[in-house]
């Protein structure tokens, strides 16, 4: 079996959501991409290229966005971790 880890790291870890969840997460996505391609299709052909230079821009931002708050996270999770395995709050 891989280390949890690297299942982690390489995002090859599945979190299972609610079915309910599943289902409005896709249909949002569904919502973005409809609306996307509505706008894409409305706007003169000379904006287009930069359209889509905003959209590439963006979602490299919300990626990194993303990932920092992965990082934070995960820091979080091994901070409290270590602090279980040190034995803990004294209650």
Do not use: C
């Amino acid at each position: 079996m891989e280390s949890i880890l690297k299942w982690l790291f390489e995002s090859e870890l599945n979190i299972p959501m609610e079915q309910e969840e599943a289902y409005q997460y896709a249909e949002a996505g569904e919502r973005v991409i409809d609306a996307r391609e509505d706008i894409n299709v409305r706007i003169p052909q000379e904006l287009r290229e930069k359209w889509q230079t905003f959209l590439d821009r963006q979602d490299s931002y919300h990626e990194w966005e993303r990932r920092m708050e992965f990082d934070r996270g995960f820091y979080l999770a091994v901070r409290i971790i270590l602090e279980l395995l040190r034995g803990g709050m004294k209650l």
